[in-house]
Each structure stands twice: as C-alpha cells, then as structure tokens.
T-cell receptor, first 112, second 115 residues
Framework: ELKVEQNPLFLSMQEGKNYTIYCNYSTTSDRLYWYRQDPGKSLESLFVLLSNGAVKQEGRLMASLDTKARLSTLHITAAVHDLSATYFCAVLYMDSNYQLIWGAGTKLIIKP | EAGVTQFPSHSVIEKGQTVTLRCDPISGHDNLYWYRRVMGKEIKFLLHFVKESKQDESGMPNNRFLAERTGGTYSTLKVQPAELEDSGVYFC?????????????FGEGSWLTVV
C-alpha cells in the first residue's frame, strides 16, 4: 500500500527565513505533485516532478525529487507572508490510472 | 480560461437527506476526478472518469455514493442518504489526455456538513 508522509504538519516561521518541507512515500512512483491551498480555495498546482533528480523552482519555492530515497522536498527561501498556506504533496499510485495518494499537508504560517 | 468549477461551495444537510454535488471540468479535459477530505484525514481518491466512462471507482466508500458524467462533460456526485461521517470537502479535478497531461487542476471544493 502506498503511503505518503509529510513533515512537519505545522510550521510557523518569521519572514526572511529558509525552511524545507519533506515528503516521503513508501513505494515506487514516477510522478510527484506539490499543491498549495489557501483557506477556502482550490488546490493550486505548484510543481510536477517526473524523474529522479528533478528540480523545479518558482520564485521562492524549489522542489526536488529523489526517487531512490522516495523523498521529495519543498524548500522555501527567504519566506514572505504571502506564502502562508497549506502545502500538500501527492504521489501517483502506479497500479491505478491517475489516482493520487496524498500527504496530510503542511500548514505554513509566516509571520511578518 | 475558466478553471474547474464546483457547486455548491457549501451545503448543510440533515442526516438521511440527499445532496448532489456538481463539477464542471476545464473545457476539453477528458479526465475528471473526485477526491474528498473528511475531518482531520488526508485527501482521498474517490473515482476517475475518462469522458463518460468510469475508469476507476475503487475509492468510492459505499453504495450511498453515486457519480455520473453523462455526455462526458460535467459530473455529479450524489450522496443518498447522507451520514454524519460524509461531512468534509469534496474536490473535483480535471486533466487533459495529452498536452499538459501531467498537471491536474482542482476546483475549490464543495464543503458538505451533515448534521
């Protein structure tokens, strides 16, 4: 059974700091997604990581994938208040067609 | 371009009543998915349509849940009769078969409260 674990589940930090959110998954997959959700809003796609060693960056966010370690990271550089949201990682379940298995989410609060 | 839209955004119903949630995917997206997040739990897959056909409904919790996608456009998810444990957020998502096929776009969710 594919399980996805995110940590931390909650993170409060000051603006300007750096931090990393981790996403571990238990079995083989070739696709990993990062989503952002603001309260009451939709799940916004941030990154799709397709291969080992993939690294993608958008603004202050950078995501990477290590398929051998079954680990993805979402790194936040010089955090700003606007990045406050809940971040989810989701892994494609290989034995199905487009079924995503989700982490519990990381609620990120960035204080001005 | 309009995104994935869901209706209603919020609903409160009594136990035993029926609720129908609607999802309009992005135009041209053949793949449509339903997910839900019940209180305090992870987001869970419910089912996947390709056009009007159900490709995978392994996540549907029981026969009180019925999803349809007549004509391969919008989809409905009916809960009948609703139970307290059905409370949560129901997300719909869509994606293309080709092109940006790796991106799955989500709606804002339909928040269901069963009292």
């Amino acid at each position: 059974e594919l399980k996805v674990e995110q940590n931390p589940l909650f993170l409060s930090m000051q603006e300007g700091k750096n931090y990393t959110i981790y996403c571990n998954y238990s079995t083989t997959s070739d696709r990993l997604y990062w989503y952002r959700q603001d309260p009451g809003k939709s799940l916004e796609s941030l990154f799709v990581l397709l291969s080992n060693g993939a690294v993608k960056q958008e603004g202050r966010l950078m995501a990477s994938l290590d398929t051998k370690a079954r680990l993805s990271t979402l790194h936040i550089t010089a955090a700003v208040h606007d990045l406050s949201a809940t971040y989810f990682c989701a892994v494609l379940y290989m034995d199905s067609n487009y079924q995503l298995i989700w982490g519990a989410g990381t609620k990120l609060i960035i204080k001005p | 371009e309009a995104g994935v839209t869901q209706f209603p955004s919020h609903s409160v119903i009594e136990k035993g009543q029926t609720v129908t949630l609607r999802c309009d995917p992005i135009s041209g997206h053949d793949n449509l998915y339903w997910y839900r997040r019940v209180m305090g739990k992870e987001i869970k897959f419910l089912l996947h349509f390709v056009k009007e056909s159900k490709q995978d409904e392994s996540g549907m919790p029981n026969n009180r849940f019925l999803a349809e996608r007549t004509g391969g456009t919008y989809s409905t998810l009916k809960v009948q009769p609703a139970e307290l444990e059905d409370s949560g957020v129901y997300f719909c998502a869509s994606s293309q078969v080709s092109g940006e096929r790796n991106t799955i776009y989500f709606g804002e969710g339909s928040w269901l409260t069963v009292v």
